[in-house]
């Protein structure tokens, strides 16, 4: 993350397998399997700079069973900040 957050508000990344929205300091790196559904927050206030980077050849063998028929918009306001 490149942005403090006294610099924007809303955003994060909400992932549907733990109905949470998970949002960084600047300085912070989140790194997660591409295979998890996950979306981005809509900012509503301010701009939000970050880095994102793409890797292959990973394989975590990690199941992602979470259905959209299971999710509710409330989860998304779920918010964790580390």
């Known amino acids: 993350m490149l942005t403090r957050l006294d610099e924007y508000e809303g955003g994060g990344t909400y992932f549907r397998c733990l109905r949470k929205t998970i949002k960084l300091e600047q300085g912070q790196v989140?790194?997660?399997p591409g295979e998890l559904y996950h979306k981005g927050?809509?900012?509503t206030y301010g701009v939000r700079c970050l880095l994102v980077c793409f890797t292959d050849g990973m394989n975590p063998k990690i199941l992602?069973?979470?259905?959209?028929e299971d999710d509710d918009e409330s989860?998304?306001?779920n918010v964790i900040i580390c």
């Open 30 to 32: 989140l790194v997660h």
């Open 41 to 43: 927050i809509d900012i």
């Open 64 to 68: 992602d069973d979470s259905k959209a």
């Open 75 to 77: 989860y998304e306001k």
